[in-house]
């Protein structure tokens, strides 16, 4: 495997752009850690780059209803920018009020139908066109792992990350590492040329990269520019 520069000694703090090599982060990306990781910080990071690239960020939540995603995303939107701007896919059974579909977005009446899901993906490219250096975020394959066994998971996996590939974008995922067994979890992991493992530590949240390109770890800082 490739070799990143030698990474900074594990107790430096490093924004997601200076420890995740851009090839890497412009790839179909998998954060994987423990359920109460922090690792959606680092994901959200990622996923909010996709500004930069020139589009607004689709985001499926299958964790959390459209309106609180969007809470919990905004304080890592770009100056400048709107966290409306954002195309939501909500596939929790809560639903999506009528008020948050017209922000831009669409629902699905459970993570259990990923065939909606993919439908709702389509209708986005739809109305917001496909200019290419999108981020596309999945938030969480293991709720989509409560409803569906991991052949449903994985087929539904690798369609996304295909047909998002196809028009020059890139997902971003996330996985509860302890909520899986080793065996589906390695199965995932082929799906992605980068994983970044996230571990807390004390007060800190550390992360390292694994795939064509290889790091240390790292203590995550957030990125300047943010709200």
């Keep these: ?18 420890g995740i090599p851009a090839d890497a982060r412009e790839s179909d990306l998998l954060v994987v850690g423990p359920t109460l990781s922090d690792k959606d910080r680092i994901a959200f990071d990622v996923l909010a780059e996709s500004w ?51 922000r831009g977005g669409c629902s699905v009446a459970s993570p259990v139908d990923l065939t909606g899901v993919s439908v709702c993906l389509s209708k986005g490219y739809d109305e917001r066109g496909s200019p290419g250096g999108r981020r596309v975020l999945v938030d969480n394959l293991s709720t989509l792992l409560i409803y569906s066994d991991i052949e449903r998971v994985y087929r539904f996996t690798s369609t996304v990350t295909s047909n998002v590939s196809e028009v020059g974008d890139a997902t971003v995922q996330l996985l509860d590492t302890d909520a899986i067994d080793a065996e589906d979890k390695n199965r995932l992991f082929q799906l992605f040329p980068t994983v970044v493992e996230v571990r807390p530590d004390a007060d800190a949240t550390l992360f390292r990269v694994r795939g064509t390109a290889r790091t240390g770890w790292y203590e995550y800082q957030p990125r300047e520019g943010r709200r």
């Design 52 to 102: 930069a690239a020139g589009s607004a960020p689709f985001a499926v939540t299958a964790t959390d209803p459209a309106p609180q995603f969007r809470a919990r995303f905004e304080p890592f939107v770009p100056a400048g920018r709107d966290v409306e701007e954002v195309y939501v896919i909500d596939c929790t059974e809560a639903g999506q009020p009528e008020a948050e579909a017209d």
């Design 1 to 18: 495997m490739a070799r990143t520069k030698d990474p900074p000694d594990p107790a430096e703090k490093a924004t997601v752009a200076d």
